[in-house]
């Protein structure tokens, strides 16, 4: 392991120090003055942010070649991504030391549908069709409601322009790997267009490890003519996962996961005077999940099927007043309503079991906020809160309140927040049977942040460093003398973050992060399991002659603690870190030659060394992948 390790950081090494002695490029800048949605709920430069905010473009998912959503999520400060074996297997991500159902995931800025037990599965949401994610660290329940105690990730759809343009992309790799991907968007008179659809098939790296994957995404735009457009987008997931017999889950050879995701919203969006905008947005999704584990030889008593079909319904809509250039006051209110009808039928040894709820909740809400910029911009105040109504546990009032001091002679930028979050039990916790507990009071955190952004040399280069705080109480945990899980636990997690970008000389972009995470379960004095103390994440890009794209990306994981259920009673584990590292390389071949826009070649190693880890106790990680394909553009 060490000389891996090594091998990594020396390759990265390498490729950095390549940099050094080459002349500044003085056309090319960092974009501090791109606009983000997620932190305010209005569009913000990112130069005005008082929040910790990360920002994937379809740049850097196109440069990395990342396929999943997980993939681009693991270069966030302090969010580790935990998935259980291959590509499709469940997956779950752990922000600023939260819990891994309390991190908000909104896709077009509405939740998704989350399973019976929360917490929103990534494992099969591709990154076909998405122009960016925004991923707002630290609680954010004073703009969202529930579960943004870790923060939000607002996954976005990308919006068609100008002459319709057509994709095609074939590739094949190992594991009998094989995914093709074709898209079409453009623009019209009145509106425009952005469609996906994928299919990907791979056997996995194990026996009975197959996965199957259908992705198809849209998003419709339609100009009304008097300053408003509406929005109408869609998703839809179809996935099946073969689950290999491996420790962590029992070496029964034959259990099975399905998955269907569906969702269907709209956004009307309208500036009705200069000073005066409001949106409505609505929108529906619905999740089905079916596990099947049937007899076998090897257990011909012992079975297991089990259905869960979760919805969530979304209705939002605010208004921005701006009555002087740097007010804006922002409110709006929501309303929500998730449910879940599970049933589960089998036996064990011989003896029959089954359970079965089918339940929902509601929740009504109203938020404000104001967003006030002094003294030319050297002073930034943003500060709201929030009244959530649900129908279980009752109301829940949440605020938070941030600045920013901006220094432009320096390009320096100080900047800290206050807030609060809560999560609301989930439908398993409150209904079910033989071990629900109606009496669930929400989760809560309060949280603050420290921190300054530095920009140097004519913006080619940007640095931030942040100290975060969060203490959680009122936390869930079953209570094995009741057979329930009640409000008995209370943790913290305190943290740095690094994060940095340098653009050296055309076409060369270096960027990389540090977060150091330590949590604490307060009963015990034992770290939070799958949160690990330090992680690192470096990225180099470089487009050479204007036909090539090479990406480099090294990503290392500390030690963390896991638990081993294979064992009675269950045992806490420490898993060992690992350094990950993966490359991707584009060529392009033809550009504008007849009706073919552009032709390139694509390839993509992922653990160029084949490192040996696990994620997840239990659940044994890939070794080295490959794909190679093709991308025809018309």
Known sequence: ?????????????????LLIGVAWAQEKVIPLSEVVVTATRTKTPRSQLTKAVTVITKEEIEERQLITVEQALREVPSLNVVRQGSIGSQTSVFLRG???????????GVRVATSTTGGFNFADLMTDNIERIEVVRGPQSTLYGSDAIGGVINIITRKGEGKPRHNVTV??????????????????????????ASYLDTDGFLDHDDYKNTNVSGNFGIELGVDARLSLFSRFIDANKELPPVLGRGFDPN????????????????????????????????????????????????FTFSETDAQVLDFNGQVNVRPLPEVTITVGGEWGRQSADFSSDGAFSGFPFSSEFDEHTTDVAFFGQGELILFEDRLILVGGGRVDDHSDFGTAVTGQFSGAVPIHETGTKIKGSWGTGFHAPDLADLFFPGFENPDLQPEEVESFEV??????????????????????????????????????????????????????????????SYSRVDTEDEETGQDLLRRPQDTVFGQVTYTFLERATASVSVLYVGERADQDFTTFPSRRVTLDPYTKVDLALSVLLLKDEGVLNKLQVKAKIDNLFDEDYEEAFGFPAPGLVYLFGLEATF
């Open 1 to 17: 392991m060490v000389s891996t390790i090594f091998r990594s950081w020396l390759l990265t090494a390498a490729l950095i120090g």
């Open 98 to 108: 939260a819990n891994s159902d309390q991190t908000l995931v909104l896709i077009d």
């Open 171 to 196: 590739e094949g790799g190992r594991h009998a790997t094989f995914r093709t991907k074709l898209s079409s968007r453009g623009g019209f008179e009145f509106g425009d267009y952005s469609v996906t």
């Open 255 to 302: 259990q099975s996961f399905d998955s269907t995701f569906y969702q269907l919203g709209g956004v009307l969006e309208q500036k009705v005077l200069p000073w005066l905008d409001y949106s409505l947005r609505m929108a529906g999704t619905r999740t089905d999940q079916k596990f099947s584990n049937p007899p076998d030889p090897r257990s011909p008593t012992s």
């Open 451 to 512: 921190g300054i952004e530095q920009a140097l040399w004519e913006g080619r280069f940007w640095l931030e460093v942040i100290y975060f705080d969060n203490d959680f109480t009122n936390l869930f945990q079953f209570n094995a003398a009741t057979s329930r899980v009640e409000n008995i636990a209370q943790a913290s997690a305190k943290g740095v973050e690094i994060s940095a970008t340098v653009l050296p000389l055309p076409g060369l972009r270096v960027s990389g």
